[in-house]
C-alpha cells in the first residue's frame, strides 16, 4: 500500500501562484508514476501532470507552460507549481500514485486539497 498526502492548496487570485506537495510513505519502490489530477464541482477528474520514475513528465494541454510537476526522491514528494493560474484552474486536486502507469492508470489517491482562484 501506498498512502499520499497532499498540501499546499488555497484561495488566491487570478494570475497568482501555488505549490502543492504530495508526501508519499508505505511501499514507494512499487511506483512508477505519481501525478497530480483535479475535479471541478460537476465535471470528471482530469489529469493535471504527471511525473514518471525515469523523470518523464506529462502535462494537460490546458496548464502547459504554466504548471510544472517535479520531484525530491529524498523527501518521496511530488510538487505541483502552479503559475499564471486562471479562475478555470478551480478544482480539488489530488494526488496520484501508479504501480504500472499508464497502463493501469492510477492504483492510489490522495484525499485531494482545494484551490480556488478568484477572478
Known amino acids: 500500500q501506498v498512502q499520499l498526502v497532499e498540501s499546499g492548496g488555497g484561495l488566491v487570485q487570478a494570475g497568482g501562484s501555488l505549490r502543492l506537495s504530495c508526501a508519499a510513505s508505505g511501499s514507494i519502490f512499487s511506483i512508477n508514476a505519481m501525478g497530480w489530477y483535479r475535479q471541478a464541482p460537476g465535471k470528471q477528474r482530469d489529469m493535471v501532470a504527471t511525473?514518471?520514475?525515469?523523470?518523464?513528465?506529462f502535462y494537460a494541454d490546458s496548464v502547459k507552460g504554466r504548471f510544472t510537476i517535479s520531484r525530491d526522491n529524498g523527501k518521496n514528494t511530488v510538487y505541483l507549481q502552479m503559475n499564471s493560474l486562471k479562475p478555470e484552474d478551480t478544482a480539488v486536486y489530488y494526488c496520484?500514485?501508479?504501480?504500472?502507469?499508464?497502463?493501469?492508470?492510477?492504483?492510489?489517491w490522495g484525499k485531494g486539497t482545494l484551490v480556488t482562484v478568484s477572478s
Open positions: 511525473i514518471t520514475t525515469t523523470g518523464n513528465t
Open positions: 496520484a500514485a501508479g504501480k504500472r502507469w499508464p497502463q493501469n492508470g492510477m492504483n492510489y
